[in-house]
Every structure is written in C-alpha cells, then in structure tokens.
C-alpha cells in the first residue's frame, strides 16, 4: 500500500464511527447506515485528494449528502408499507465500541428519531448537523451548498416542526423514567391490564410497526397486540436504547420486541413505540440474543478452565 493509501485508510477510520453515527441519525437504520458509510469509504479511495485539507469535513459533507439521496429513496417505500416503520433500536453495550461512542456523543433519544421522520431530507440533515454534531451555519452550509442564514432559517423550522408533533424538548430524570419502565416490564410480565391501563395518560400516542397494528393505535388496541406478545415471550428485560431505559421482550433466547416509551417527568406514559421487525431487531438480538449468550458462556467456560490449568500447582484432595 502506498503512503497516500495509508493517509486516506488511517484519515477514514479516524473519522469512521462519527460517519456511522451521522448516517443512522438521517436514516434510522444501522444497515443502511452502514451500507452509506461503505460507499463513502469507496468514493475516498478513488477519489484525487490532492485538494483535500480536511479529510473530516471532506467525507462529513459526502456522507450527509449520500444520506439525503438515501434517505429519498427509503422515505418512498417506508410510506408504500403497510405497517407503520419505526427507526431500528440501537441497543448500549457494556463495553462501548468506538460506534457506540459515537453515537451516544451524538446523543438523540430514540422518540425524537421517530419524530425525524416527519422532516423533509435536508430539513433532517441541517437539524441532526446542528443538534446532534455541534455544527454552525457556515459548516452546514459548505455541505448542503446553501446559504448559512438559509440554513439557520432550515434548522429553526425544523425545531417549530418537532416541537409541534410533540418532541421533548430535554429527557426525562432518568431515576423517574426507570422507574416507568420496570412498572410497565412487571406488568407486561403479569399480563395486568388494569396495571398497564393506570400507566398511561389519558391520550397517549402510541406507536407500532406490528403488521396487525396501524401507526397511532388507541390504547386499548395496542395493548391487545402487546399482551399477545408478551405472553408469547419468555420474559421482558430492561435495557439501554441509546441511554434510555427501554424493554426487551424475548422468546427462546430471541429478542421479538423492543418498546421504548415517553413520560410526563412523572408517573404517566404519553407516548409509546413497539419494535417488533426481526429485521430491525437484528443489532440487539446480536447483542442480547442466543448466539451473544452461548457466545458468552463459552467465553466464560474457556476463561474457567485456563484458570484452573493455570493454576496447577493448586492443591486438590483427589479422595474427595
């Protein structure tokens, strides 16, 4: 490889896991995401460079912009589906990766992810740029090839946007949210309806991308669905969706649900959303799911005996 392959591979990947995080904040999705930040690493290393001062900002713009051009693309067949679509859950792991960093320095609850849905392509990139990446009005500027007083005008509507279709404008107290959430995982557990009823607000938006359910079902009607999925599960856990507390409902060593919820910073649930597409289920259950676990104890088991061969000097009574 010659110097310049290694300027551009070493100047790519020290900037990898951010593209990666800016394209699952325009597309909800870590497949294409990932499918987006591939195509940018091919552009990078086909393309002269000579001119080229800052790598970073150089595959930030081509990033954005191959996101938007997705993003076109995907909004089409999302709106031809019939259940509704909802972003992929993006589960924390234990030990964070550079992606996981990435993503949580771009910090943006997942019911806001949802709401990005609503804006228009550019609308959603100047908004993620400013919000999420810190970026000022000249950097959005350079890479949607606008004005930066355009771009302050973009990102303004967008927030009068959001805050219309109900955004939260700061998260919750985080004690008081987990506390929500393990009522509402006991009492999907217990199948309590009466339990579950008492969780809501009077009017709760709620949300699934089940094919028997539509987008903003009653309350009542989601709980039918949910239910029946709770009792198929073997159990519901509590996990970390970008920060959040969220459930897990799995079956057979299987995650077959994620339901990520909003509070009033009280005691109420005003809005709720059940992943249910093993598609988009296919990043936690690679986190949570059986082949992790197995994955797991065999780590674990192979750790025990090199332990225990380790220490062979140990005394062992062999009449015991």
Known sequence: ???QGIDKASSFEAVRARLLALAYRML??????????QDVWLKWHLA???????????LTTITTRAAIDRLRDVQ?????????????????EVAPSAEELALRAAEMSYGVMLLLERLKPDERAAFVLHE???CDYAEIAKILDRTPAGCRQIVH???ARLQRAGAPLERPDPAAHARIVER?????????????????????????????????????????????LAHQ???????SVEGAMCIALLFEGEVVGVIDVSTDGATKIVALRAVTSAARLQAANRLLGRAAVMKLLARIQRNAIASITMRSDFPVDVDA
């Open 48 to 58: 002269d460079t000579q001119e080229v001062q800052t790598p970073a900002a150089w």
């Open 132 to 134: 999420a990446f810190d």
């Open 76 to 92: 089409r067949e999302r709106a031809s589906q019939a259940a509704g679509w909802l972003p992929e859950p993006w589960l924390d």
């Open 1 to 3: 490889m010659t110097e």
């Open 184 to 228: 509402l995982r006991t009492a999907l557990e217990a199948q309590d309806r009466a339990g579950l009823l008492r969780l809501f607000s009077d009017a709760p938006e709620v949300v699934s991308d089940a094919p028997v359910c539509t987008q903003e079902l009653a309350p009542v009607a989601w709980m039918e669905t949910v239910t029946a």
């Open 157 to 159: 509507r967008a927030k």
């Open 28 to 37: 909800g999705s870590r497949a294409e995401a990932e499918d987006v930040v």
């Open 233 to 239: 599960a073997s159990h519901a856990e509590v996990v």
